[in-house]
């Protein structure tokens, strides 16, 4: 938990958030500005700046990550249709929180290749 982390503070549920998982390790919100109908973002509990910034150490938990997502995409009940999963690492990625999180966007047709 890093105070100043925003995505932290949601995990820690300091600030509000529209959950849609939680667990010891990760925790899934709604994105507040969806790029899709459906946009999801899932987190790790654990502070991590970004995909740069994950070692060896953190292998199970960013394979629990992906896994989360899809758990999510067939709770939410859009898994079968499609949806996309994106991790936007650095300014050339387009990160603009630096607490890891992976994006599950779906409910439409998605263009490739990406802006
Ligand atoms: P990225 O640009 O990949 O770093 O994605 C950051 C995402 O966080 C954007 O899609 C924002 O809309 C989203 N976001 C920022 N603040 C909040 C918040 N308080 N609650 C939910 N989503 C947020
Ligand atoms: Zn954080």
């Not at 939680?22 to 969806?34: Q, T």
């Not at 459906?38 to 970004?50: A, C, E, M």
């Not at 898994?79 to 300014?91: C, H, K, L, S």
Request: glycine fraction near 8%.
């Amino acid at each position: 938990m890093t105070s100043q982390c925003l995505f932290c503070r949601i995990a820690a549920g300091d600030i509000p958030s529209n959950k849609v998982y939680s667990d010891d390790d990760v925790y899934a919100f709604r994105d507040i500005n969806p790029a899709a109908p459906q946009h999801i973002l899932v987190i790790p509990r654990k502070h991590l700046s970004s995909l740069n910034d994950a070692g060896p150490e953190d292998q199970a938990l960013m394979g629990k990550l992906l896994l989360s997502a899809r758990s999510i995409a067939q709770e939410l009940g859009f898994a079968d249709d499609g949806f996309r999963t994106v991790i936007n690492t650095g300014e050339h990625g387009g990160q603009t929180v630096f607490h890891i999180h992976v994006h599950v966007l779906s409910g439409r047709h998605l263009s490739w290749p990406p802006g």
